[in-house]
């Protein structure tokens, strides 16, 4: 079966759930796509395999199109690298100092980074030559037959959500994290990452309630949400379209 789509979440430094995910797709061939929805970065151990296999192996792995999306963590080092955002670099949260250990080869041996530390994160300067030019041509949607594909989820106006290529400010579809979209929004399927799914209210999702850590999927069934965790302790989730089958790396 060709023509089907692959979409998988936000990532987050960790290279082992991505090679456990991928080794449980079916076989595919150059009519099948494969979206993987930002958030590369951050949190997890091992942020420079990460980008370095999306931009070397997979394409050459994959034998179908590969789509990668910008995610808001992409988005946040391009603002750090044009002129500085502490605020995202500092919060422990957001896990940029794993990804500063990450690309000196180094372990995370202590829990807070010092001077020299947040002086190359304040500036990006620790990416390779490219990183960051590669970081900006990702693009902030995609669209097939089956679904509009985007980071966070897509901007309300007018008592409606817009298309994604109708908002005047594209980064909100990377950082948005609104309830009227995952409760209310009722047009053509939206997969998304960033909102991890435990966030989320069990009691509304139609996918497996009873399972918080899950993919997460409203009740109209117009919104899959597939932050499943992975970087912080959860797992990475690919969902197969259309048939709406998941695969999961735990």
């Given at each position: 079966?060709?023509?089907?789509?692959?979409?998988?979440?936000?990532?987050?430094?960790?290279?082992?759930?991505?090679?456990?995910?991928?080794?449980?797709?079916?076989?595919?061939?150059?009519?099948?796509?494969?979206?993987?929805?930002?958030?590369?970065?951050?949190?997890?151990?091992r942020s420079?395999?990460?980008?370095?296999?999306?931009?070397?192996?997979?394409?050459?792995?994959?034998?179908?199109?590969?789509?990668?999306?910008?995610?808001?963590?992409?988005?946040?080092?391009?603002?750090?690298?044009?002129?500085?955002?502490?605020?995202?670099?500092?919060?422990?949260?957001?896990?940029c100092f794993?990804?500063?250990?990450?690309?000196?080869?180094?372990?995370?041996?202590?829990?807070?980074?010092?001077?020299?530390?947040?002086?190359?994160?304040?500036?990006?300067?620790?990416?390779?030559?490219?990183?960051?030019?590669?970081?900006?041509?990702?693009?902030?949607?995609?669209?097939?037959?089956?679904?509009?594909?985007?980071?966070?989820?897509?901007?309300?106006?007018?008592?409606?959500?817009?298309?994604?290529?109708?908002?005047?400010?594209?980064?909100?579809?990377?950082?948005?994290?609104?309830?009227?979209?995952?409760?209310?929004?009722?047009?053509?399927?939206?997969?998304?990452?960033?909102?991890?799914?435990?966030?989320?209210?069990?009691?509304?999702?139609?996918?497996?309630?009873?399972?918080?850590?899950?993919?997460?999927?409203?009740?109209?069934?117009?919104?899959?949400?597939?932050?499943?965790?992975?970087?912080?302790?959860?797992?990475?989730?690919?969902?197969?379209?259309?048939?709406?089958?998941?695969?999961?790396?735990?």
């Amino acid at each position: 079966m060709a023509q089907r789509t692959f979409a998988i979440g936000d990532i987050h430094g960790d290279m082992d759930h991505l090679e456990r995910v991928l080794a449980k797709l079916p076989a595919v061939d150059r009519d099948d796509t494969l979206v993987l929805l930002g958030d590369y970065i951050d949190r997890g151990p091992r942020s420079r395999d990460v980008i370095d296999y999306i931009r070397g192996d997979l394409p050459r792995r994959f034998a179908g199109k590969v789509v990668v999306l910008r995610g808001n963590h992409e988005d946040g080092w391009l603002r750090v690298a044009s002129g500085g955002w502490p605020e995202f670099v500092i919060p422990r949260s957001n896990g940029c100092f794993a990804t500063l250990r990450s690309y000196e080869g180094k372990p995370m041996t202590e829990e807070m980074p010092n001077v020299a530390d947040w002086e190359a994160m304040s500036k990006a300067a620790f990416f390779p030559e490219g990183t960051i030019d590669w970081f900006n041509s990702l693009h902030y949607f995609y669209e097939d037959e089956h679904a509009i594909y985007v980071h966070a989820g897509l901007v309300e106006k007018d008592g409606g959500f817009l298309h994604p290529r109708d908002t005047d400010n594209p980064a909100l579809l990377l950082w948005l994290r609104t309830k009227s979209f995952f409760e209310g929004y009722t047009g053509k399927r939206v997969v998304c990452g960033h909102t991890s799914t435990d966030s989320l209210p069990p009691e509304l999702s139609s996918f497996t309630p009873d399972d918080p850590l899950d993919m997460w999927v409203n009740p109209q069934k117009t919104v899959y949400a597939i932050d499943t965790g992975c970087g912080k302790g959860g797992f990475l989730t690919a969902l197969e379209l259309p048939a709406l089958v998941v695969h999961e790396s735990r």
